[in-house]
């Protein structure tokens, strides 16, 4: 491990960039996912016509009437959404959204101030997870946590070879030259 010139092969060039645009489209794919939840909130929480339309449907559908317990959380539920809540998560989503369609777009240009941000970015949410899959154990939440582990384990890596491989190469120059 401490030789510079021993390389793994999930980070030799074909497969390191394979790997970066695939992480990438995962991002982005996220990104994509919270502009729909952002922008539907926003959109939904706007029109009043339409929660209480929604509010009427589960009314009659699920006869909310008769239950004391679900008529308590949705009259709890409807003061935090007038509170405005809604529309902060909307905006937290959006801007989360945009911080991943920069990671991404970055990570698949491959630019290292992206591959940097997306450390920084991904690493900061890891304990979040932990403690998330520690209170709510679930197979989804581990492997959202073991992706999130192995893109700040690989970009690392990446960034690590990518520092120490032009001191290689002068190195490699030096010997040659002489």
């Known amino acids: 491990m401490s030789d510079p010139t021993h390389v793994p092969a999930i980070l030799r060039e074909p497969r390191r960039v394979r790997y970066l645009k695939l992480i990438a489209l995962f991002k982005i794919a996220k990104g994509v996912l919270l502009f729909v939840l952002g922008f539907s909130l926003l959109f939904l929480n706007a029109r009043d016509r339409w929660l209480d339309a929604i509010s009427d449907w589960a009314n009659e559908e699920i006869l909310l009437g008769h239950s004391k317990a679900v008529h308590f959380?949705?009259?709890?539920?409807q003061d935090v959404l007038a509170g405005g809540a809604l529309r902060a998560t909307a905006f937290l989503a959006l801007f989360y959204c945009a911080i991943l369609f920069t990671e991404g777009l970055g990570v698949y240009f491959q630019q290292r101030w992206a591959e940097l941000l997306m450390i920084f970015a991904t690493g900061a949410l890891i304990p979040l997870e932990v403690r998330h899959l520690w209170h709510r154990?679930?197979?989804?939440?581990?492997l959202i946590l073991l992706a999130n582990c192995f893109i700040v384990w690989f970009l690392y890596r990446v960034l690590k070879r990518d520092k120490a491989e032009p001191q290689v190469e002068r190195k490699s120059e030096l010997v040659e030259t002489r």
């Not at 154990?137 to 581990?142: F, G, K, T, V």
């Open 73 to 77: 959380l949705l009259s709890n539920l």
């Open 137 to 142: 154990p679930s197979l989804a939440a581990l």
